[in-house]
């Protein structure tokens, strides 16, 4: 035995190994080298006392110290060997598949995914926060840290009080789209150009009805000096046209976020194509998803239910055929 600045250690190399070993691994040497060689019960139960522990856990400790050396003395990982509750390879396979296909997020996979389960009389379910691990696990996504904001959300009183309309394009082709601000019932179609005349007759042809007022940006289509836009107001809006501030898009958020959605729906089920028929087919098939099958956890309830007051129930059965999902999501008898 060595003492070395009083503490007591079996072999003079130990010195060096504990070097950098934590300071509860330094301690339970210390302690077990003064018990380990006596038959004193009442002194290793004082050493046991000394590191807070019962003589049970001592023992187990001098075992594993006799085995391993001193990196017995580490904490052990009480990460079990395996995972009863992990979530079938086969489900998670299924995660991903519909993810690449429609290119939504946690939730509304979830909900795609357990209709399906249920519709086959499986009990495997998968809730979003699942959807979203295994979209990470894959690679799929990256996790983001977001700071807490407090966010004051604004909408006007009811349907058809305020109409947002904007421009977007998908692989060089205009798209317009329009949103009630009120229900989130959104719209949108694709454009020959974006032409003053082409724009106003694509919102003749996405809402008929007149309606109070229409927020847009500033883009030349929508000018105050447009002429073609203004003769469009007077003949669909009851009270006035209302234009975001410059270099404030945050006005148009609700419509953002709808665009962004549509967009990311169309690149994961057209990549690069341009293909107008296929174009005008996914936009179609997203929009009347997002009317009657998102649920918007802000409004607590779905767009086209809080804009007319019912809404088409057979949406997952649109959904999947239009997606030609029905290989890996079976649908509703």
Known sequence: ????????????????????????????????????????????????????????????????????????????????????????????????????????????????INISQKNQGKQERVNPRTVSRILVRRGIIETEKRAKREWKRFEWGRPNRLVQTDLTKYNGIPILTMEDDYSRKGWAIRLLNQKDTTVVKGMEKLLKIRYDNLLTDNGSQFSRKNKIIREYCQDHINEKHIWTSIHHPQTMGKLSAFQKGLKRFLYHTLHSSRDIHDIDHYISAYVHWYNNGKYHSAIASYPEERYSGQRDIEWYNHLVTSLKLDEILVMKL
């Open 1 to 112: 035995m060595y003492i070395y600045h009083g503490e007591p250690y079996l072999k003079k190399k130990h010195i060096q190994l504990l070097h950098d070993e934590p300071a509860y691994v330094k301690q339970r040497y210390h302690v077990i080298v003064r018990a380990v060689y006596s038959k004193n019960n009442t002194i290793r139960e004082k050493a046991a006392q000394e590191l807070g522990i019962s003589m049970r856990h001592f023992r187990r400790l001098i075992k594993r110290y006799q085995d391993e050396g001193i990196p017995g003395l580490r904490n052990k990982s009480t990460r079990p060997l395996n995972s009863p509750n992990k979530t079938p390879q086969q489900l998670e396979d299924l995660v991903v598949q519909v993810r690449e296909k429609t290119g939504f997020g946690s939730f509304h996979l979830a909900q795609l």
